[in-house]
T-cell receptor, first 113, second 114 residues
Framework: ETGVTQSPTHLIKTRGQQVTLRCSSQSGHNTVSWYQQALGQGPQFIFQYYREEENGRGNFPPRFSGLQFPNYSSELNVNALELDDSALYLC????????????FGPGTRLTVL | GENVEQHPSTLSVQEGDSAVIKCTYSDSASNYFPWYKQELGKRPQLIIDIRSNVGEKKDQRIAVTLNKTAKHFSLHITETQPEDSAVYFCAAISPSGSARQLTFGSGTQLTVLP
């Protein structure tokens, strides 16, 4: 078990709504990355947080936003949900901003109706 | 940015045979290449990784090879077992971005037939 946890496990929302997903990083890890995994595809990088600052961002619109807290846990917020936002959202933690090994949480399955 | 291509998309092997999955990457500066195994409904699990200063790495039945000149890397699983059945993803990290982000391949569904 990697120690990365996510909540909730599943979530159903309707178009236009807003959602907040949560991630607790592995003990001692101060970097959290978020990925979106559509069905049958590889995970796509959304953004990364290191010591409470956004450290880099993938090709996702501004309605995807995040936070990292002093205990290094993190939130992913998505506003104005669209049908295409339906996916598995994964967070991964790593030891430092420069470390490469990333350990994934179990994910949150988001369904947008 | 980095682009990773993975082949084949599906692979079926008989139990006990070997399986090979190949990936190519576009950014010659990429320097870290992990492989993840994802069972249905579960999280991606790191099974092996290699850095650009190494050509090959082994861990029991699993090995990864890296050819920096050709910009490709491969996963080799020997003596396959039914529990090896899963989707396997290769990934790469390029130092060109501000974040150490993983760029994933599209995945290979491996089925080991008993």
């Amino acid at each position: 078990e990697t120690g990365v946890t996510q909540s909730p496990t599943h979530l159903i929302k309707t178009r236009g709504q807003q959602v907040t997903l949560r991630c607790s990083s592995q003990s001692g890890h101060n970097t959290v990355s978020w990925y979106q995994q559509a069905l049958g595809q590889g995970p796509q990088f959304i953004f990364q947080y290191y010591r409470e600052e956004e450290n880099g961002r993938g090709n996702f619109p501004p309605r995807f936003s995040g936070l990292q807290f002093p205990n290094y846990s993190s939130e992913l917020n998505v506003n104005a949900l669209e049908l295409d936002d339906s996916a598995l959202y994964l967070c991964a933690s790593s030891l430092t901003g420069g470390a490469d090994t990333q350990y994934f949480g179990p994910g949150t399955r988001l369904t947008v109706l | 940015g980095e682009n990773v291509e993975q082949h084949p998309s599906t692979l079926s092997v008989q139990e006990g045979d070997s399986a090979v999955i190949k990936c190519t990457y576009s950014d010659s500066a990429s320097n870290y290449f992990p492989w993840y195994k994802q069972e249905l409904g579960k999280r991606p699990q790191l099974i092996i990784d290699i850095r650009s200063n190494v050509g090959e790495k082994k861990d029991q039945r699993i090995a990864v090879t890296l050819n920096k000149t050709a910009k490709h890397f491969s996963l080799h699983i020997t003596e396959t077992q039914p529990e090896d059945s899963a989707v396997y993803f290769c990934a790469a990290i390029s130092p060109s971005g501000s974040a150490r982000q993983l760029t994933f391949g599209s995945g290979t569904q491996l089925t080991v037939l008993p």
